[in-house]
């Protein structure tokens, strides 16, 4: 059998009763980190465009959109995926560079509201999302996203019309053809980090991922082995015959890829927080503040050069992919949120005079990890000549360094109270702690 025929199989086989407990406790917290963000990224700038968007072309339709108007449910998937996104605050595996509840979890939601699943359905359709998009992720991995591809993008594809089709019950070739259908609309490229068109990765995978299970379940058609030969999906998406099939065939339905994902407790790219969580520490420790400073020196693994495009940010998106301007802002606050990562902020004279005191460097193989380990070495100099050294070797909110849950719920709640009284707030959470029994009228009422 196939590589496709077997991740279809997957999907079609897996109920809720066949996820282990640990990994649906994983998947609600993931879910809530993301509805967290989601609400705060609907009313941000690029909330705000991407809406206006939907609202003129979307259709109508019933399916929920994040504090705004229902519209079609392939809109809506587009809407929340970028909401998601639209602050680099969400969620990603640690062991692949994907962002994955953004694009999932949006398509899962637009399809249950697409059919009025069950509770437990979404999280079906979920998990079984995030499984296949860590598969297929990492049978290219890292050969594709070194090659310029933004994984949440195209293989967050392929997760997102997983979920649709396990939440709408597709069944037989509906589901080949639902992953041959999006195989062609699976794109992203990071050359435009920095940009607004990185977070339309997300809602663009999650967009494409509903409307291929929808074309599918209508009875359209695609290759059915769409992973597989020499012009398949995943060699034509990778270089040098990197492709493995056996990254998605084996434990698959046994090693769950939920629990990989990690939680981000700044609204940066991840390779920046190993860097900034070293630094907090260190100005926590010392009572470092830009006056008492002299230079910043951080060392991060060489692969993070192509990730950092902008030394001296201009505003809040560049400043997601800036190393300076994370440390300068740790450095200037002691802590860096969403209040720090707008473009008033990164515009102050003090923001520009602390980022010119950091400088980067990068070494091979930093702690002899894989690349998606994040680790980082800071060295800060201080105005009185004294040298002080702090290093991470893996992203805070990850697995292998997991941030309390405390400062996690300090996270959404931050985010949720932008749109939501702390009442609704605390509603919500309990919502989604207790999703597998509650009414998805309940969680819909609260969010829209």
Same mark, same amino acid.
């Given at each position: 059998?196939?590589?496709?025929?077997?991740?279809?199989?997957?999907?079609?086989?897996?109920?809720?009763?066949?996820?282990?407990?640990?990994?649906?406790?994983?998947?609600?917290?993931?879910?809530?980190?993301?509805?967290?963000?989601?609400?705060?990224?609907?009313?941000?700038?690029?909330?705000?465009?991407?809406?206006?968007?939907?609202?003129?072309?979307?259709?109508?339709?019933?399916?929920?959109?994040?504090?705004?108007?229902?519209?079609?449910?392939?809109?809506?998937?587009?809407?929340?995926?970028?909401?998601?996104?639209?602050?680099?605050?969400?969620?990603?595996?640690?062991?692949?560079?994907?962002?994955?509840?953004?694009?999932?979890?949006?398509?899962?939601?637009?399809?249950?509201?697409?059919?009025?699943?069950?509770?437990?359905?979404?999280?079906?359709?979920?998990?079984?999302?995030?499984?296949?998009?860590?598969?297929?992720?990492?049978?290219?991995?890292?050969?594709?996203?070194?090659?310029?591809?933004?994984?949440?993008?195209?293989?967050?594809?392929?997760?997102?019309?997983?979920?649709?089709?396990?939440? &709408?019950?597709?069944?037989?070739?509906?589901?080949?053809?639902?992953?041959?259908?999006?195989?062609?609309?699976?794109?992203?490229?990071?050359?435009?980090?920095?940009?607004?068109?990185?977070?339309?990765?997300?809602?663009?995978?999650?967009?494409?991922?509903?409307?291929?299970?929808?074309?599918?379940?209508?009875?359209?058609?695609?290759?059915?082995?769409?992973?597989?030969?020499?012009?398949?999906?995943?060699?034509?998406?990778?270089?040098?015959?990197?492709?493995?099939?056996?990254?998605?065939?084996?434990?698959?339905?046994?090693?769950?890829?939920?629990?990989?994902?990690?939680?981000?407790?700044?609204?940066?790219?991840?390779?920046?927080?190993?860097?900034?969580?070293?630094?907090?520490?260190?100005?926590?420790?010392?009572?470092?503040?830009?006056?008492?400073?002299?230079?910043?020196?951080?060392?991060?693994?060489?692969?993070?050069?192509?990730?950092?495009?902008?030394?001296?940010?201009?505003?809040?998106?560049?400043?997601?992919?800036?190393?300076?301007?994370? &440390?300068?802002?740790?450095?200037?606050?002691?802590?860096?949120?969403?209040?720090?990562?707008?473009?008033?902020?990164?515009?102050?004279?003090?923001?520009?005079?602390?980022?010119?005191?950091?400088?980067?460097?990068?070494?091979?193989?930093?702690?002899?990890?894989?690349?998606?380990?994040?680790?980082?070495?800071?060295?800060?100099?201080?105005?009185?000549?004294?040298?002080?050294?702090?290093?991470?070797?893996?992203?805070?909110?990850?697995?292998?360094?997991?941030?309390?849950?405390?400062? &996690?719920?300090?996270?959404?709640?931050?985010?949720?109270?932008?749109?939501?009284?702390?009442?609704?707030?605390?509603?919500?959470?309990?919502?989604?702690?207790? &999703?597998?029994?509650?009414?998805?009228?309940?969680?819909?009422?609260?969010?829209?």
């Amino acid at each position: 059998m196939g590589e496709t025929a077997v991740l279809c199989e997957f999907i079609e086989s897996t109920t809720y009763d066949d996820i282990p407990d640990p990994v649906l406790d994983h998947a609600k917290t993931a879910i809530m980190d993301n509805v967290g963000v989601s609400l705060f990224g609907a009313h941000h700038e690029l909330g705000d465009t991407i809406y206006d968007y939907v609202d003129a072309h979307g259709g109508d339709g019933e399916a929920t959109v994040y504090a705004r108007e229902p519209r079609s449910a392939p809109a809506a998937a587009l809407a929340n995926g970028a909401f998601g996104h639209a602050v680099d605050y969400d969620d990603t595996f640690e062991s692949i560079v994907i962002h994955p509840t953004s694009p999932v979890f949006s398509a899962a939601l637009a399809a249950a509201d697409e059919v009025d699943a069950s509770s437990t359905d979404l999280l079906t359709g979920y998990v079984v999302g995030c499984e296949v998009a860590y598969r297929v992720g990492h049978s290219t991995y890292p050969e594709h996203y070194q090659n310029g591809w933004h994984s949440t993008g195209t293989a967050g594809s392929f997760g997102a019309a997983a979920a649709a089709a396990t939440v &709408l019950d597709l069944e037989g070739d509906a589901i080949p053809n639902a992953l041959g259908i999006v195989a062609s609309g699976s794109s992203a490229l990071k050359k435009n980090f920095g940009t607004m068109t990185k977070p339309l990765h997300a809602g663009h995978a999650a967009q494409i991922g509903v409307r291929a299970a929808l074309l599918a379940r209508s009875g359209f058609t695609a290759d059915t082995e769409i992973l597989e030969g020499k012009i398949g999906y995943n060699r034509v998406m990778t270089i040098d015959d990197a492709y493995d099939p056996a990254e998605i065939t084996d434990g698959l339905g046994s090693d769950w890829a939920v629990p990989d994902i990690g939680f981000k407790p700044y609204p940066s790219g991840v390779i920046t927080h190993a860097a900034m969580d070293a630094m907090r520490d260190l100005v926590q420790e010392h009572d470092l503040s830009p006056e008492t400073v002299e230079d910043v020196v951080v060392t991060l693994d060489d692969a993070a050069s192509e990730m950092l495009h902008h030394e001296q940010p201009d505003n809040a998106l560049q400043a997601k992919f800036s190393i300076e301007f994370c &440390l300068a802002a740790v450095l200037r606050e002691g802590d860096a949120g969403i209040h720090e990562f707008t473009d008033e902020y990164v515009q102050e004279p003090a923001t520009k005079e602390a980022v010119s005191m950091v400088s980067r460097a990068f070494e091979e193989n930093l702690f002899d990890e894989e690349f998606a380990g994040y680790g980082a070495i800071v060295r800060v100099t201080t105005t009185s000549g004294e040298s002080l050294r702090g290093e991470m070797q893996y992203a805070p909110g990850s697995p292998n360094n997991p941030v309390s849950e405390e400062r &996690l719920q300090a996270k959404f709640r931050e985010c949720a109270e932008t749109r939501l009284d702390p009442e609704r707030v605390d509603d919500l959470a309990e919502t989604i702690r207790t &999703l597998e029994d509650a009414d998805l009228e309940t969680f819909r009422d609260i969010v829209a």
